[in-house]
């Protein structure tokens, strides 16, 4: 048994006064994958943002290597990429020099451009390396942010719908990229509406755990409610 | 202190990118204080009387004009949870835009200052003192008005709030810096010019310490709960 990298138990995530899901367990080990699925309002975006710290959990506990971090999410933040719904891209910059500025927060050293350019290389992008943001089709930034997971190395994934915007061939990149480092031992979350080629992933349906569909926890929020 | 370098030198080759945001600031200040010749009259004495008011009040006027974009931007469009999920710690990230905003828009002011103090038939004796109340008071605008920027990110409608927030703050640099140029200007000989600002001085470089510890720490406060 291999030990889990990262671990989540009972977490609870409660935004605008509304319960989006409760006491949910997940735990990835390295070279796994893990999928999120469930409709719009499931809570998909709010767990990644909680799992990369950026969000507190209401309740419950996050652990890396087996290390108590919910509070201390400094600890880990270090060792994960996450790509949001927006790109984090400046539309003055270039393509090159959007790239190197989130790689240039790693210790690495700051003119590995070989690696820079291997990253758009992965993702079909060094053609436009020179170009402005600004220019780009909404699937190209897309293809430029994901090079940044693979401009800086790091253990975990956390991706949010990464493919929204991309068409076949990109998906194909990204689907290779992840295989990739999953091979190097790295571990990857991802929510997805569409269907991402992954070997044998774990899946959660967070419509199980969201009182919005599982109205059995809807019950029983009502009953803590009527508690208090 | 590589990320801090990071972070500055992307500030102000975006602000180069983009000399519209920079320029703005300043030529509001020009603008702005050329106006009141025109509205009082040519009367050089009275000019030359409120000068320092009218050079520190629209000042503080045109850095309130660049705070909404401080950190806005980058709240839009992602890059500050890119931020605050980097290696670099969140305190330092502050400082580092608050030196790219001062940099590209206090000293501009700074540099434009003289030239208006001219115009109004400010005594020369007076110019540098302008110049060194200037450069002690602008970075505690800078740093006072991000803390302002930090805390509206996630309110609807923040560019409204930040005067509010800001302006009260701004009195105590405003009657310093004004003081300062006051007070030499009533002195008779040119000897005792600097003396006479002296005690005004320290305590444009008191706020101005005072306000460097402050705004990292609650600048920093503020982006953590602006994620959530």
Same mark, same amino acid.
């Given at each position: ?24 367990? $997940? ?22 943002? $909680? %799992? ?83 220019? %780009? ?92 | ?228």
């Amino acid at each position: 048994m291999v030990q889990s990298l990262f671990t989540g138990e009972k977490l609870t995530c409660i935004r605008g006064g509304r319960t989006v899901f409760t006491g949910l367990d $997940l735990s990835i080990s390295q070279g796994e994958a893990l999928v999120l699925e469930g409709p719009n309002g499931s809570g998909k975006s709010s767990l990644i943002r $909680l %799992l990369s710290g950026l969000v507190r959990p209401r309740s419950g506990h996050l652990f890396w290597h087996g290390q108590d971090v919910t509070r201390e999410p400094e600890i880990y933040q270090q060792q994960l990429h996450y790509i949001g719904h927006r790109n984090a891209i400046k539309p003055v910059l270039t393509v090159l020099e959007n790239l190197s500025y989130w790689a240039g927060f790693s210790p690495e050293k700051p003119s590995d451009l070989s690696r820079l350019e291997q990253a758009l290389i992965q993702f079909n992008m060094l053609a436009l390396k020179d170009t402005p943001a600004n220019l %780009l089709s909404s699937g190209q930034s897309r293809r430029l942010a994901l090079s940044r997971l693979l401009a800086t190395e790091k253990a975990l994934w956390l991706l949010d719908e990464p493919s929204v915007g991309l068409d076949v061939n990109s998906v194909a990149l990204l689907e290779t990229a992840i295989c990739a480092h999953r091979a190097k031992g790295g571990a990857v979350i991802l929510a997805t509406h569409t269907e991402i080629g992954l070997d044998t992933p774990q899946r959660i349906n967070l419509s199980n755990y969201s009182p919005l569909y599982n109205t059995a926890l809807l019950k029983q929020e009502h009953l803590e409610e009527s508690w208090i | 202190m590589k990320a801090f370098l990071n972070i500055v030198s992307r500030d102000l080759r975006l602000a180069l990118r983009q000399r519209s945001d920079v320029t703005m600031a300043v030529l509001f200040f020009i603008l702005t204080t050329t106006l009141f010749p025109f509205g009082l009259g040519p009367e050089p004495n009275l000019l030359a009387r409120i000068a320092p008011g009218i050079i520190w009040v629209t000042a503080l006027l045109s850095v309130l004009l660049s705070l909404e974009r401080l950190f806005l931007a980058d709240y839009e469009d992602g890059s500050l949870e890119q931020l605050v999920l980097s290696r670099a710690s969140l305190e330092s990230a502050v400082l580092a835009k608050v030196l790219a905003h001062w940099l590209t828009t206090g000293l501009p002011l700074m540099a434009a200052a003289p030239l208006i103090a001219l115009l109004f038939n400010m005594e020369s004796d007076a110019f540098i003192i302008l110049i060194i109340a200037m450069a002690l008071g602008t970075p505690s605008l800078s740093l006072i008005g991000a803390i302002a920027a930090t805390l509206t990110l996630g309110a609807r409608r923040g560019g409204i709030l930040i005067p509010l927030l800001v302006l009260p703050l701004y009195i105590p640099t405003l009657i310093f810096g004004v003081g300062a140029i006051d007070a030499t200007m009533n002195s008779l000989e040119a000897g005792v010019v600097l003396a006479n600002a002296k005690s005004h001085l320290m305590f444009l470089g008191a706020i101005f310490l005072v306000s460097l510890l402050i705004a990292p720490l609650a600048g920093a406060a503020a982006l953590r709960q602006a994620m959530e």
